[in-house]
């Protein structure tokens, strides 16, 4: 059974940081890119950071470019995201997600999903 958990979220005050986690089990981790998305309510589901299978290259929105870090280590099966200079506008449930295939952040083409860990920031 594949499952996704997150974990790491919380409330902050803007200018904040924060570090979610995603445990990865049930599949062949490593060979998977690993991904964030959120999705503020009312709004549609945005792809946040993306990473290869070996950790080596990322791909950022424009939204979090130079504030949020994404990692992975293979050997736990687990993905990072480093979240830095938070804003309120960042406030949204975060889901981490996995996929193989095209290098992208088209959440309809993603394999699994996790159920979510919370941000809010506030001003």
């Known amino acids: 059974r594949v499952l996704l958990v997150e974990s790491g979220g919380g409330s902050v005050q803007a200018g904040g940081s924060l570090r979610l986690s995603c445990a990865a089990s049930?599949?062949?981790?490593?060979?998977?890119?690993m991904a964030w998305f959120r999705q503020a309510p009312g709004k549609e589901r945005e792809g946040v950071a993306l990473?290869?299978?070996?950790?080596?290259?990322?791909y950022y929105a424009d939204s979090v470019k130079g504030r949020f870090t994404i990692s992975r280590d293979n050997a736990k099966n687990t993905v990072y995201l480093q979240m830095n200079s938070l804003k309120p506008e960042d406030t949204a449930m975060y889901y981490c997600?996995?996929?193989?295939?095209?290098?992208?952040?088209?959440?309809?083409?993603?394999?699994?999903w996790g159920q979510g860990t919370q941000v809010t920031v506030s001003s």
């Open positions: 997600a996995a996929r193989q295939g095209y290098f992208n952040l088209n959440a309809d083409e993603y394999n699994y």
């Open positions: 049930g599949y062949t981790y490593s060979s998977y890119y």
């Open positions: 990473i290869n299978t070996g950790g080596t290259y990322a």
